[in-house]
């Protein structure tokens, strides 16, 4: 089941977990997202299994708090899903 965006403090993250059907499917978003990453030069953390993505988006700047721009590029991966 995905999970929305969570944000989370200390340092301050947005957090989402995606599940797929297949293992496919899941190589076809993390494509999507690599092509997305490289058009916008922002690069979440990423951890997988054969069904999953687990996201992590950190503020370019260490300390700041989420911003406008961190919740563009989560609502830009949540399109890739659409």
Do not use: C, K
Not at 44 to 72: C, M, Q
Request: proline share 7%; glycine share 4%.
């Amino acid at each position: 089941m995905d999970q929305p965006w969570t944000l989370r403090q200390r340092p301050a993250r947005l957090e989402r977990r995606i599940e797929f059907p297949d293992y496919e499917a899941n190589r076809s978003f993390l494509t999507r997202l690599e092509q997305l990453s490289e058009q916008t030069s922002r690069y979440p953390d990423i951890s997988f299994g054969r069904t999953y993505v687990n996201l992590t988006l950190r503020p370019d700047e260490e300390g700041a708090p989420v911003g406008a721009a961190d919740h563009s590029f989560a609502a830009a991966i949540d399109a890739l899903l659409g």
